[in-house]
């Protein structure tokens, strides 16, 4: 296949770049403030993995998509293979037994196995040539996706299982599917739904979801967490309170705030224009990733796309709808901004792949 020429680098979507880039930054400074009073500096860190997530970016970026296409089932395999390694090896971190690695080095295999199925799901979907999926089609693709959820699920991290879903809904429809072929899959997830909510959640899961139902009844119990994300945006006001000013990340009322709850650190500082802001340049990444789409040269670089694309803006919808309380509390971090060394990856992996793909669409078959 022939290489793309250098006039056409000029041509690629730069702004995923540069927005990713941009809150990468702002995500290395609310970090450090939310951090100021932890024992580690974990800003080193950050930015250490800022800098390799731009090597596996341009790693990325310079592979052929339809090359890495062909190894997705591979790749899936591996991520399937970590999955029940971690079940049995891995270390326990937040309640969940999510983590591999030797002493500080390791990582989520979770994190790594959302491209992997967005891969999959795409070369999958990519060879089907009708206008609409069958039902056995949308079943094989749900098959890809429910492997991994249902070992997510064991560890248990249901949070992380639930950012599988988007990237499946999203792929099935740009593929082709008839609502009414969807709907008779509906009376299975709510049965499933059902079990998981009675007999797959821990007490203290479920009095989550019970509290998002009534925030006012457990303030200082299962909605602690909401209620001091809550407090903490609505004293940013329009402008916050100034970097490293906020009451409730820096007197450490506010938990888990350089993870899941640095959005709420980020409004408590920066306020209603500081989170416009970062709203903007998250608007700006997914507006770039969708024209890639739109111009991609073919199916398969359409689905890589958008499974990529939903994985990252899913994550970005629910925790943000989260530290507001619209959306019951749990493990999902914000792209480019959290802290935590897989995901960081992962964000810059998804980048330099959809890079890819609108570089290759001035390549000739």
Sequence with gaps: MARPHLRHFASVRWGLVGSALLLSLIGLATVHSATTELSVNVLPRQLLWIGVGLVVLLIAFSLDYHAVLDFSLILYGLGIASLVLVLFFGERVGGARSWIGIGSFGGQPAEFMKPAAALLLARYLATVERRYLSAIQVAAAGIIVVLPVLLVALQPDYGSAAMFLPILMATLLIAGVRWRTLAAFAPVVIL???????????DYQRQRILTFASPGSDQLGAGYQVHQSKIAVGS??????????????????LPARHTDFVF??????????????????????????????MRARDRAGVLVVIGLLSLSGFHVLYNTAMVVGM????????????????????????????LGVDLRRHVNR
């Design 192 to 202: 499933l739904l059902t079990a998981v909510f009675f007999f797959g959640l821990h």
């Design 236 to 253: 940013g006001e329009l402008l916050g309170r100034g970097y490293m000013q906020g009451t409730q990340s820096q007197l450490r009322f």
């Design 327 to 354: 959306l019951p509390i749990t493990g999902i971090p914000l792209p480019f901004l959290s802290y935590g060394g897989s995901f960081t990856l992962v964000n810059f992996l998804a980048t330099g792949l959809i």
């Design 264 to 293: 709420a650190v980020l409004a408590e500082e920066w306020g209603f224009v500081g989170v416009l802001a970062v709203l903007g340049l998250y608007a700006f990444y997914f507006a770039n990733g969708a024209r890639v789409a």
